[in-house]
């Protein structure tokens, strides 16, 4: 069984930093593109970020470039997204998420999903 289990949620205040990590289990993701996407209270789901397999190419939603950092390591099948000058804007819950490369969808049969971390800034 495929999971994907987020971790590293939390309360923080403005200007603060959190480190999401998201952890898959159940097969490798050779050729999967991982991403992280965040749903607000009365919001719906919005991308924060993907990268490639290779980790070479990454790109980020307008709202957090400059200040939040994607990145994976695949000899633990980890997804990681380092969040810095964080906002209460982004208090939302936070979901890690894979598909395949060849894939222009995150939710195809394919795509896996995690449950999601809540993540809280106050101002």
């Known amino acids: 069984q495929v999971q994907l289990v987020e971790s590293g949620g939390g309360a923080v205040q403005d200007g603060g930093s959190l480190r999401l990590s998201c952890a898959a289990s159940g097969r490798t993701f050779s050729n999967y593109v991982a991403g992280w996407f965040r749903q607000a209270p009365g919001k719906e789901r919005e991308f924060v970020a993907r990268?490639?397999?290779?980790?070479?190419?990454?790109y980020y939603a307008d709202s957090v470039k400059g200040r939040f950092t994607i990145a994976r390591d695949n000899a633990r099948n980890t997804v990681l997204l380092q969040m810095n000058s964080l906002k209460p804007e982004d208090t939302a819950v936070y979901y890690c998420?894979?598909?395949?490369?060849?894939?222009?969808?995150?939710?195809?049969?394919?795509?896996?999903w995690g449950q999601g971390t809540q993540v809280t800034v106050s101002s």
């Open positions: 998420a894979a598909r395949p490369a060849a894939s222009s969808t995150w939710y195809s049969a394919n795509a896996y």
């Open positions: 990268i490639t397999w290779s980790g070479a190419i990454t």
